[in-house]
């Protein structure tokens, strides 16, 4: 006789069975304890135009956005709809490029941070100095960062920093610079199936 137990939730996954006086046929055991990996891959597409009045500071756009993901989710089969529970991010291209004529010398720093992680030092991913001068800037960020869709503060957990260090570049009311980011994703139910 056996008794069996199984859940699966958006974020935990159980089975138990208990078997009397022997194992039965191993591909039936394995076949029990596998599931099936729900994988939905995405890509995520965002771009800012910044004021010259929010470039002095610790200025903050939010990579990820929760609204998105749930429309997403909501795409799926009513069945792995319940079961979605996690996002893993493989990869974060950067794009900054300047509204103004190449060669003016504009420093810009930069950072990418997870702003779930108290100590700032280790919640910066990247953090770089560079200059608008040759018109633009392109970088990719493998962050293979995996997060639960019931964080509390997912739409702030990847978060971009950025400061022009010239305070007297334009007039108010101007754009100095665009950020386009791309972020690739997977919705998945499981933490470990990536």
Avoid: W
């Amino acid at each position: 006789m056996t008794e069996v137990s199984y859940f699966e939730g958006t974020s935990s996954y159980y089975a138990d069975d208990i078997i009397d006086n022997k194992i039965e046929e191993f591909n039936k055991f394995k076949e029990f304890f596998s599931r099936k990996n729900i994988l939905k891959f995405g890509i995520m597409i965002g771009e800012e135009t910044i004021s010259i009045e929010n470039t002095q500071g610790n200025i903050v756009i939010s990579t990820i956005h929760k609204t998105q993901i749930e429309k997403r989710v909501e795409t799926f089969f009513e069945k792995e709809k319940s079961k979605i529970g996690y996002i893993h991010i493989s990869t974060i291209q950067i794009l900054i490029k300047s509204t103004f004529m190449k060669g003016i010398d504009s420093p810009l720093e930069i950072a990418l941070e997870d702003s779930r992680i108290l100590d700032k030092r280790q919640a910066t991913i990247p953090q770089v100095k560079c200059n608008l001068k040759y018109g633009k800037i392109k970088f990719d960020i493998n962050l293979q960062m995996r997060l639960s869709l019931k964080d509390k503060d997912l739409d702030r957990s990847i978060v971009f920093h950025y400061k022009l260090e010239n305070s007297n570049f334009m007039k108010n009311g101007n754009h100095p610079f665009t950020i386009c980011y791309r972020i690739n994703y997977v919705l998945s139910n499981s933490h470990h199936s990536i």
